[in-house]
């Protein structure tokens, strides 16, 4: 079955720097984009960024755009989200998910149990 687990959350003071890693089992990682997202309290989950298969496109919200970089490494199966210049802002709990479907568009998005990150002094 399909799972993702995050890791690498915790507390960081503004302007830090944390790196989380989503690892990836039960589908074949390397053929699907991966996307993380983040909730803040009392707010919706939101996308953050996306890496395509091999990492040659990414795209990033706005709000973190300059700050966060994704990557990927296909032979260990796990997405990364390096977040540098930390805002209270970025306060949330952050999930990697994968849309695992067919070419009509049906399927199954899948998300990771997510992890805390904290921006405060």
Do not use: H
């Not at 074949?28 to 989950?45: D, L, N, T």
């Not at 298969?53 to 755009?65: C, E, H, L, P």
């Not at 990557?71 to 805002?87: C, E, P, Y």
Request: proline share 3%; net charge positive; with cysteine.
């Amino acid at each position: 079955q399909v799972q993702l687990v995050e890791s690498g959350g915790g507390l960081v003071q503004p302007g830090g720097s944390l790196r989380l890693s989503c690892a990836a089992s039960g589908f074949i990682f390397s053929r699907y984009p991966m996307s993380w997202y983040r909730q803040a309290p009392g707010k919706e989950r939101a996308f953050i960024a996306r890496i395509t298969i091999f990492g040659g496109m990414t795209n990033y919200a706005d709000s973190v755009k300059g700050r966060f970089t994704i990557s990927r490494d296909n032979a260990k199966n796990t997405v990364s989200l390096q977040m540098n210049t930390l805002k209270p802002e970025d306060t949330a709990v952050y999930y990697c998910n994968v849309f695992i479907g067919d070419s009509s568009g049906r399927g199954t998005l899948y998300w990771g149990q997510g992890t805390q990150v904290t921006v405060s002094s």
